[in-house]
């Protein structure tokens, strides 16, 4: 069975620094792992994916995350915070399309930004 | 460019009540979802359709019904609301080829 961790609920940062979101996976299959966002009172939107193809996934917003199989992880970065990147991100887990596409969720992490 | 449309955006129900909520997607997508989002929860599975006609529990279906008589509409229903099940609805959908989703807006249901 698959399942997606999330280390840490709540993420502050101070605007311009580094924002790392910590995310660890179980899967038995390769997986296809994604990121999320969503800000307040809206759905979820597409950040990143990761396919099997470069392990180091460039997304919009100048986010990128790492895929590294030996550590079963795939942290979310960003060189520099800025305060409208405030918001829930969720990293989620597929099987791809053998599976139908479903994904797992992580709980997600708030990442709040401070001046 | 509508995408996933989901209504209502707000509902209130009393314990035991029915509703239905409706997902309707204009990219010709095959497949289609629906999640509840409980805090600390991240977003679960409830049901989901791999195509007109076709349906399958996901991971929390208890309590709900789905049908999708139509490819670009989904709908999930409640027959007796119950207060475990105020959370926050969304309806996603994905190409057959592709691996992404597209999420509605939301529904928060309050059941009380």
């Known amino acids: 069975a698959q399942s997606v961790t999330q ?19 179980s899967s038995s ?7 999320y966002v969503q800000y307040p009172n809206q759905g979820l939107q597409l950040l990143l994916k990761y396919t099997s193809a470069a392990t180091l996934v460039k997304g919009i917003n100048d986010f990128e995350a790492e895929f590294k199989k030996s550590e079963t992880s795939f942290h979310l970065t960003k060189p520099s915070a800025h305060m409208s990147d405030a ?24 990442l709040a930004v401070h001046p | 460019n ?12 009393k314990t035991g009540q029915s509703m239905t909520l409706l997902c ?16 600390g929860m991240g977003l679960r599975l409830i049901h989901y359709s791999v195509g007109e006609g076709t349906t399958a529990k996901g991971e929390v279906p208890d309590g709900y ?28 959908s994905t190409a057959l080829a592709k691996n992404i989703q597209y999420f509605g807006a939301g529904t928060r249901l309050s059941v009380l």
């Open chain 2, 65 to 92: 019904n789905v049908s999708r008589l139509k490819k670009q509409n989904f709908l999930l229903g409640l027959e007796s609301a119950a207060p475990s099940q105020t959370s926050v609805y969304f309806c996603a």
């Open chain 1, 7 to 25: 280390l840490g609920s709540h993420v502050s940062v101070s605007e311009g620094a580094l924002v790392l979101l910590r995310c660890n996976y």
């Open chain 2, 2 to 13: 509508a995408g996933v449309t989901q209504t209502p955006k707000f509902r209130v129900l």
């Open chain 1, 87 to 110: 918001a829930e991100y969720f990293c989620a887990v597929s099987d791809g399309t053998g599976g139908y596409n479903k994904l797992i969720f992580g709980a997600g992490t708030r």
């Open chain 1, 29 to 35: 299959v390769p997986p296809y792992l994604f990121w």
């Open chain 2, 24 to 39: 309707a997607q204009d990219m010709n997508h095959e497949y289609m979802y629906w999640y509840r989002q409980d805090p």
